[in-house]
């Protein structure tokens, strides 16, 4: 796993000045330093130069980018990020066709593909995957992206080129390239966020390569090819046949992505899903020694609160699991301070706002484990795949005219002043993208409740999902630790997508068919245990430094945020927020998280030197 960046231009020879833009090449490899240490390469040509940031995991000697391969005279270069799980399936079939390899790395594959199979080879590949291509004879760049999204890839047009980087921080490092806002942005930010629409950059005229797709570059210009997307096919197994397949790809996908040439640990909260990826992982090493993490905060025992979405902690669960599983386990906690301070560390490692506290304790929680490891296998993605939502069974939720997890567009404006609402519009900007994003997929005639379950099962991994992924590369990249995913293998996606809700959600249990299907790895217990989301702080000491941060942000006349702010509203909601904040985003982002949210932004703001329209 890795960060990669460069240019492209038509209309300049890099060449002409070596030094200088190896110098800058330099400059943008150091901005994603944090992504990978272990090794620094660049590559450059007339038209186009590369940088790669290394974290060496399979390979470790001889995987070092960019790296280049000549056929007949003709030069490839590729800068990558990544881990592709199905190497040794094409590995197989290009050495049948009589390519020759002189490494054992991933990256060399992919680049041998691209050159036997042509620019369409990425349909063949399974991984998580950001990567570009320079083929030097015909003069074009490809820029690569995985089916879902899990690696960032964003881009940067210019007059005659592009500048592109696996964050934005290294695309402002290019000279003359600088960050702006423009509406959009703050209606992605106010109306959306922390989720964004695909393909959309929070900052003006900055891109991301959309999942599931690749660009090709030249001297005319780009052009846009989709590979993969979600497609409705009718399901024709019986439940029995249904199970086995499940259980067949989730085993499957965890053994696939155990690869590694350095120790691989997993994250273990006592959830259904992490402790079904630790079971597979613990019986895949067969008896070696497997580092696990749970993640806390300092006194929830003592704070807890329980309610309908987060009914019960966490801790029993993981200990029912070390008690079969004897993994070497390590409980992480975040105290109110730490917590707090990694709101604006959480900013610098995703260039904006996120998850609030969500996004913060998880960076945080993944410093700690990058000083053990530096591959980590998680269970995130399962409830978007298989359903473990409240609004795919709940009427209330699931009948709600936009995004389920974001309907209420009140909720958002909560904190701002009437100019500043009827400027952004956000319930029409929402409703829009929501509208938009449905009138993509295709299903045929059925009955409306179902309908409506296969297009939220749509929207979840279009959207929801997404957030969650891009939280997790940036958490866990910024301490340079590898985050996977298993459940988030296109394989798993293409079969579970068209199941019939029956088949998924049995007896009233959410996500039942992944329950039955790997009864066998876990303690009844878990195998039984009702969803529980991600942990989060109810310390009434974190809520005190937010109220703090706040009000000092209203009360100095230069914060970037002040203009949109009510601040008669604000001081309310800072003596009431649990009273007069609802949930915004998701299950638990509520009055806390909204304060910390604007906190994020503002810190934004300033970091980058932002102007509001």
């Known amino acids: 796993m890795c960060g990669i960046a460069g240019f492209c231009n038509y209309g300049k020879n890099f060449l002409s000045d070596t030094v200088r833009n190896l110098n800058i090449l330099d400059d943008m490899s150091k901005s994603l330093a944090h992504r990978g240490h272990d090794n620094f390469g660049k590559y450059l040509k007339e038209n186009c130069g590369f940088c790669h940031s290394r974290l060496s995991i399979r390979d470790i000697e001889g995987g070092n980018q960019p790296m280049l391969r000549n056929v007949s005279g003709r030069e490839y270069a590729i800068c990558y990020n990544g881990e592709i799980y199905n190497t040794d399936e094409i590995k197989k079939d290009l050495e049948s066709l009589g390519v020759q390899f002189t490494t054992s790395s991933d990256t060399e594959i992919i680049l041998a593909a691209f050159i036997e199979y042509g620019p369409e080879f990425v349909d063949m590949l399974n991984g998580i995957f950001a990567f570009t291509i320079w083929d030097d004879a015909t003069k074009q760049l490809y820029l690569y992206r995985d089916r879902v999204g899990v690696k960032p890839l964003f881009y940067y047009p210019t007059k005659d080129g592009l500048i592109f980087a696996s964050e934005p921080k290294a695309i402002f490092v290019y000279p003359g390239i600088s960050p702006e806002i423009n509406l959009q942005s703050m209606q992605e930010l106010l109306g959306i966020g922390p989720a964004k629409t695909p393909g959309l950059s929070l900052f003006k005229n900055m891109r991301e390569v959309l999942p599931g797709h690749y660009l090709i570059f030249n001297e005319y210009g780009f052009c846009d090819k989709k590979y993969w997307d979600i497609v409705y096919h009718e399901h024709k197994d019986n439940y029995e046949t249904t199970v086995d397949t499940v259980s067949f790809l989730v085993r499957d996908s965890v053994k696939k992505q155990m690869v590694s040439d350095v120790p691989v640990c997993t994250f273990l909260s006592g959830g259904l899903d992490s402790s079904i990826v630790t079971s597979l992982a613990y019986n895949y090493l067969n008896g070696k020694e497997l580092n696990t993490f749970s993640f806390d905060f300092d006194e929830n025992d003592k704070y807890f609160t329980s309610n309908s979405f987060q009914p019960e902690q966490d801790a029993p669960y993981v200990n029912i699991m070390l008690e079969r599983f004897h993994t ?272 994020q932004l503002n810190y934004w703001m300033l970091r980058y030197n932002l102007v509001l329209p």
């Open 328 to 599: 070497n386990h390590e409980y992480l906690k975040c105290n109110e301070k730490q917590l707090f301070n990694s709101l604006f560390d959480s900013v610098i490692a995703k260039d904006a706002p996120g998850m609030a506290d969500v996004d913060a304790s998880l960076l945080f929680f993944c410093s700690l484990v990058a000083s053990k490891n530096k591959v980590a296998l998680t269970g995130e993605c399962a409830d978007e795949i298989f359903g473990g939502y409240p609004w795919l069974y709940r009427p209330e939720l699931m009948n709600k005219n936009g995004f389920p997890w974001s309907a209420d567009s009140e909720a958002r404006t909560v904190l701002l002043n009437s100019e500043w609402i009827n400027k952004l519009e956000l319930q029409d900007y929402s409703y829009d993208a929501y509208k938009t994003s449905l009138s993509k997929l295709d299903l045929p005639p059925m009955d409306s409740t179902e309908k409506r379950r296969y297009e939220i099962g749509y929207l979840n991994i279009k959207w929801f999902m997404q957030t969650l992924l891009d939280r997790m590369d940036r958490a866990s990249m910024h301490s340079g630790l590898e985050a996977r995913v298993p459940f988030a293998d296109h394989r798993i996606i293409d079969y579970v997508y068209s199941i019939p809700w029956n088949m998924k959600y049995q007896n009233g249990v959410e996500k039942s068919l992944l329950r039955n299907a790997t009864l066998d790895l876990l303690p009844a217990k878990l195998s039984h245990r009702k969803k529980s989301p991600y942990p989060k702080t109810y310390h009434p000491g974190y809520e005190a430094l937010l109220k703090e941060a706040l009000t000092q942000i209203i009360s100095d006349t230069s914060s970037p945020i002040l203009p949109m702010l009510d601040i008669e509203k604000v001081k309310a909601f800072i003596q009431a927020p649990k009273e007069l904040g609802k949930p915004w985003y998701g299950q638990l982002m509520a009055g806390p998280q909204l304060m910390a949210y604007y906190i």
